[in-house]
């Protein structure tokens, strides 16, 4: 079945670059996903990649995927007291084009200022 | 873009009584939308699909018997825990796929803002 793995915790300094890391073991993934929660509140969607992307930036946001080595990267520029949240990366699933998503355990990212 | 919303946004009650939670997508339609649970600390699992017109799938595990899916319409789908017990106290996220001629390859979902129970 799919798997998706995250390191728990992730603290930087305010102006810092923060880079989480998510791993999957799906091969036939087609979206990889990154969601952003802050306490006590939904899921924002932040990005996401096709599989047949290497890279994809939007502002502060650099998604790198390596799908020969199913690892899925986030790097937040110049990380700021607002960006402390957990992260999630996500999957797709594909089974009967039911297309639920697959989440990782979730990164907790403290940004200290 | 798409908003899916919920309510009630939380809820508090006995152990033994039934919870309704709804989950509607505000400006589009959706004929599948997904039932999630995170539990304090941990990570969104899937407990069923709910597909409007027919009965829901529930993930192993999730008993479909206390957890009652309903989808009602292609913009409202229900989920009542049964006989609730502290162990379902949790955080309960609907999603619903949205497709566009634009995005209907995107795979994109939008998550409603999650109901947080509490079983006393």
């Known amino acids: 079945g799919e798997d998706v793995e995250q390191s728990l915790f992730l603290s930087v300094r305010e102006g810092d670059s923060s880079v989480i890391n998510c791993t999957y073991t799906?091969?036939?993934?087609?979206?990889l996903y990154w969601y952003k929660q802050e306490p006590g509140a939904g899921l924002q969607l932040l990005t996401y990649?096709?599989?047949?992307?290497d890279m994809k930036q939007d502002q502060r946001l650099t998604v790198l995927l390596n799908k020969k080595d199913k690892h899925l990267s986030l790097r937040i520029a110049d990380t700021q007291t607002g960006d402390s949240a957990i992260y999630f990366c996500?999957?797709?699933?594909?089974?009967?084009?039911?297309?639920?998503?697959?989440f990782g355990s979730g990164t907790r990212l403290q940004v200290q200022p | 873009g798409a908003v899916v919303s919920q309510h009630p946004s939380w809820v508090i009650c006995k152990s033994g009584t039934s919870v309704k939670i709804e989950c509607r997508s505000l400006?589009?339609?959706?004929?599948?939308m997904f039932w999630y649970r995170q539990f304090p600390k941990q990570s969104l699992m899937l407990m069923a699909t709910?597909?409007?017109?027919?009965?829901?799938?529930?993930e192993q595990g999730v008993e479909k018997d206390k957890f009652l899916i309903n989808h009602a319409s292609l913009t409202l789908s229900t989920l009542t825990v049964t006989s609730a017990h502290p162990e379902d106290s949790s955080f309960y996220i609907c999603?619903?796929?949205?497709?566009?001629?634009?995005?209907?390859?995107?795979?994109?979902?939008?998550f409603g803002p999650g109901t947080r129970l509490t079983v006393l």
């Open positions: 999603s619903a796929p949205f497709i566009s001629g634009r995005a209907e390859n995107r795979n994109e979902q939008f």
């Open positions: 799906d091969s036939s993934s087609t979206y």
């Open positions: 990649i096709f599989s047949n992307m």
């Open positions: 996500a999957e797709s699933i594909r089974d009967t084009g039911r297309r639920a998503l697959t």
């Open positions: 400006d589009f339609q959706a004929t599948t």
């Open positions: 709910s597909n409007e017109g027919s009965k829901a799938t529930y």
